[in-house]
């Protein structure tokens, strides 16, 4: 299936921003999502991931605290929302999907993913 990201865009530091990744797949449901991001010149590295039914999340230590995954299962939609974000965040942000029975934070791993959206966070 498909994976169409939104909401990307310019953030200050100190500001939000809520990234949006839409499944075109029915069974959306079934699959574990994740966010991953790729700042220039660095390797993809995992964010933070939610597990089908929304009722187990992951997050990498540098964002706890600050960024929350959540899920639509009605909508077919994962979410990040980030707040507090400092310049050290900005990256390319990709969703993913994986259908596995745990949460997997290693990029290889996931089968799909979404197009990237660009997150410079800058004053």
């Known amino acids: 299936g498909q994976l169409v990201q939104s909401g990307g865009g310019l953030v200050q530091p100190g500001g939000s921003l809520r990234l949006s990744c839409a499944a075109s797949?029915?069974?959306?449901?079934?699959?574990?999502m994740a966010w991953f991001r790729q700042a220039p010149g660095k390797e993809r590295e995992f964010v933070a991931a939610?597990?089908?039914?929304?009722?187990?999340?992951r997050y990498a230590d540098s964002v706890k605290g600050r960024f929350t995954i959540s899920r639509d299962n009605v909508k077919n939609t994962v979410y990040l929302q980030m707040n507090s974000m400092k310049p050290a965040v900005t990256a390319v942000y990709f969703c993913?999907?994986?259908?596995?029975?745990?949460?997997?934070?290693?990029?290889?791993?996931?089968?799909?993913w979404g197009q990237g959206t660009q997150v410079p966070v800058s004053s």
């Open positions: 993913s999907a994986d259908r596995w029975h745990e949460l997997r934070v290693e990029s290889g791993q996931y089968t799909s």
């Open positions: 939610i597990i089908w039914s929304g009722g187990l999340t």
């Open positions: 797949e029915r069974t959306f449901y079934m699959y574990n």
